[in-house]
């Protein structure tokens, strides 16, 4: 799904926690996109991270909530950084692989000030809700300003070759090399990133219903309940598959025994058919 970016001018900080929330609970994968480089303002903009562990509640009565009850809920990290114009290299000049770059990013700052805390905090809670994560870097799709502001219009002729290649990569590490969303450590894998929870696949209705457990919760109470949305969307589940079974039930008693009335016997092997 795509959500509306954060920091609107005209919402206010709640708002963009809610979406946040609403994104990485409903996700198997969480694709953010910041322009430039990995730099104290980019991790800042991710600040609101350290809002979410106070964002929802793993049980309706219970307010405890460790790191690992947040690490099987939250899906894959990938961060793509657009209009990436830096070398990748470490401090000693050798070449480094993007997800490299994230964790060099991520390293704690040295320094002991209220601000340095307060960076290495955001850096931290990012390690640590994000277990599973990765980067990718696309650099600036043209030099052309009449072009970049056109960009939906212009062919790939005429954007630079490592834009259009780099576009592809990462389509293709979206859709080939992502696991499906898992929880409690259960993973299967698959060619596209599918939701799972508790190792149950989600489908469709299932994904409806997980969403109308979650925003209830948000409009309610404040904060979505994950046991609450987990139990609604397997007694959702659960009723679907009793009226199924009733309704062949139904179906295979009227066929074995069309006419009316007969004896015990007979309706009671019959009975015991059906269930079979």
């Given at each position: 799904m795509?959500?509306?970016?954060l920091?609107?001018v005209?919402e206010?900080k709640?708002?963009?926690?809610?979406?946040?929330?609403?994104?990485?609970?409903?996700?198997s994968l969480f694709?953010?996109?910041s322009?430039?480089?990995?730099d104290?303002?980019?991790?800042?903009?991710?600040?609101?991270?350290?809002?979410l562990?106070n964002?929802?509640k793993?049980k309706e009565?219970?307010?405890?909530i460790?790191?690992?009850?947040i690490q099987?809920?939250?899906?894959?990290?990938?961060?793509?950084l657009r209009?990436?114009s830096?070398?990748?290299?470490?401090?000693?000049?050798?070449?480094?692989?993007?997800?490299e770059?994230?964790e060099?990013?991520?390293?704690?700052?040295?320094?002991i000030?209220?601000?340095?805390?307060?960076?290495?905090?955001?850096?931290?809670i990012?390690?640590?809700?994000?277990?599973?994560r990765?980067?990718?870097c696309?650099?600036?799709?043209?030099e052309d300003?009449?072009?970049l502001?056109n960009?939906t219009?212009?062919s790939?002729?005429e954007?630079r070759p490592?834009?259009?290649?780099?576009?592809?990569?990462?389509?293709?590490?979206?859709?080939?090399?992502?696991?499906?969303?898992?929880?409690?450590?259960m993973?299967?894998?698959?060619?596209?990133?599918?939701?799972t929870?508790n190792g149950?696949?989600?489908n469709?209705?299932n994904?409806?219903?997980?969403?109308?457990?979650?925003?209830?919760?948000?409009?309610?109470?404040g904060?979505p309940?994950?046991?609450?949305a987990w139990?609604?969307?397997?007694e959702?589940?659960c009723?679907?598959?009793i009226?199924?079974l009733?309704?062949?039930?139904?179906d295979y008693?009227k066929?074995?025994i069309?006419?009316?009335?007969?004896p015990s016997d007979?309706?009671k092997e019959?009975?015991?058919?059906?269930?079979k």
């Amino acid at each position: 799904m795509d959500t509306e970016g954060l920091g609107g001018v005209d919402e206010n900080k709640n708002h963009d926690i809610r979406i946040f929330i609403l994104s990485v609970l409903l996700s198997s994968l969480f694709i953010y996109n910041s322009k430039g480089t990995i730099d104290e303002n980019a991790l800042q903009n991710m600040s609101l991270v350290i809002n979410l562990a106070n964002s929802f509640k793993v049980k309706e009565f219970s307010d405890k909530i460790s790191t690992e009850d947040i690490q099987n809920v939250f899906p894959r990290l990938l961060w793509v950084l657009r209009d990436f114009s830096l070398k990748l290299e470490d401090s000693n000049g050798n070449p480094i692989t993007m997800k490299e770059y994230l964790e060099n990013s991520l390293k704690d700052v040295k320094g002991i000030s209220e601000t340095i805390q307060q960076k290495n905090r955001i850096r931290k809670i990012l390690r640590d809700f994000f277990k599973d994560r990765d980067c990718y870097c696309l650099v600036r799709p043209t030099e052309d300003e009449n072009k970049l502001q056109n960009l939906t219009s212009a062919s790939e002729s005429e954007l630079r070759p490592e834009f259009v290649k780099g576009i592809k990569e990462v389509t293709s590490l979206v859709h080939t090399s992502v696991p499906v969303k898992t929880i409690n450590g259960m993973m299967v894998h698959t060619s596209v990133p599918v939701k799972t929870i508790n190792g149950m696949m989600v489908n469709g209705p299932n994904l409806v219903a997980l969403s109308e457990s979650y925003c209830k919760g948000i409009n309610e109470k404040g904060l979505p309940v994950l046991q609450t949305a987990w139990n609604y969307m397997c007694e959702n589940q659960c009723n679907k598959i009793i009226n199924k079974l009733v309704d062949n039930y139904k179906d295979y008693i009227k066929k074995s025994i069309p006419n009316m009335p007969h004896p015990s016997d007979y309706l009671k092997e019959n009975h015991k058919e059906s269930l079979k």
